[in-house]
């Protein structure tokens, strides 16, 4: 299917109502058919919903939704998009671990470095996002994820995604690639070559700034490993929330193409006033690598 056409037709197994659009489950908790019922899911041994800390079907819409449009296997939605970011250094880093983080992080982030990673004995080193060059020589033993953003906020730096993930590669990095600003309409970092992605759904998911949410997509081995700490540690995300998030992925695609016109439009304006000096126009990495921003061509 097309992008724009999972975006709309993933959706839950109508119900018995058949309903047109997707209904909200907004629900704590879920019934068992008899106490061997409840055992044969707490076992693992059946599958279905207990508690919606651990799964919801509203939410499983959005996570597979995300997952299909990201080309990842699996994918879990979490209150926030610092939530996912929490989620994803609590459930792969240990003490003793070691990150790479770009310099241009989003202020939370770096954050949760300073005065939670250091504080459980995970050692980070910023590096010069903009110098490639400049990271080897940062790599420690201990070194386990590169973590990016890029486009970055609110810097909007470009980093090349195929480039760093073939440096995690050369060292056995897991890379994490903040996906937010470009969405995956514009950028699918995993079919680059990221191992993990991350969004605060917050900004363009819902686009629409009505409610808070992120997501982590990524290979399925990987989110059984952030699944437990999602399940125990609680960051979930509301049905509602969830909700508004699946309808907004539905006009994704109509509304950045809009945002990449109408921000061409503007440097095109500004471009013309003899008070503005230069006009930078950022190359998005596509998937044939550094190319011309689909924003551009689409622009004309
Ligand atoms: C790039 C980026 N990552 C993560 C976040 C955090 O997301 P949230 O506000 O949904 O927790 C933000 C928020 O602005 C962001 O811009």
Request: glycine share 4%; net charge negative.
């Amino acid at each position: 299917m097309h992008f724009e056409t999972k975006a709309i037709r993933i959706q839950t197994e109508r119900s018995q109502h058949h309903e047109h659009s997707t209904p909200i489950y907004a629900t704590s908790s879920f019934v068992f058919d008899d106490a061997e019922h409840m055992r044969a899911l707490f076992a693992n041994e059946a599958e279905g919903n207990i508690y919606s800390r651990f799964t919801n079907p509203t939410v499983r819409e959005f996570e597979t939704k995300m997952a299909e449009l990201e080309e990842g296997e699996d994918a879990i939605a979490t209150a926030t998009g610092m939530a996912a970011i929490f989620a994803t250094f609590a459930s792969l880093l240990s003490s003793g671990d070691h990150i790479l983080m770009s310099r241009a992080v989003f202020g939370s982030t770096y954050r949760v470095a300073e005065d939670y990673l250091n504080k459980w004995g995970i050692q980070h080193t910023y590096i010069d996002h903009l110098n490639m060059d400049s990271w080897e020589s940062e790599v420690c033993k201990n070194t386990k994820i590169l973590y990016i953003e890029t486009p970055s906020n609110p810097g909007l730096d470009i980093i090349d995604i195929r480039k760093a993930s073939d440096f995690c590669k050369t060292h056995n990095i897991l890379f994490v690639v903040d996906n937010c600003f470009a969405t995956p309409y514009l950028q699918q970092p995993l079919t680059l070559g990221a191992d993990v992605i991350i969004h605060s759904a917050t900004k363009y998911i819902d686009g629409q700034g009505r409610v808070l949410g992120g997501v982590i997509v990524s290979r399925k081995k990987i989110i059984e490993q952030i699944y437990p700490f999602m399940k125990n540690a609680g960051p979930s995300l509301s049905p509602f929330n969830a909700w508004v998030l699946s309808k907004s992925l539905e006009t994704l695609a109509i509304r950045m193409d809009r945002h990449c016109s109408n921000a061409m439009l503007i440097a095109q304006w500004l471009e013309s006033r003899p008070e503005v000096l230069k006009v930078k126009y950022p190359f998005l990495p596509t998937n044939d690598g550094f190319d011309v921003a689909r924003s551009q061509m689409k622009a004309g």
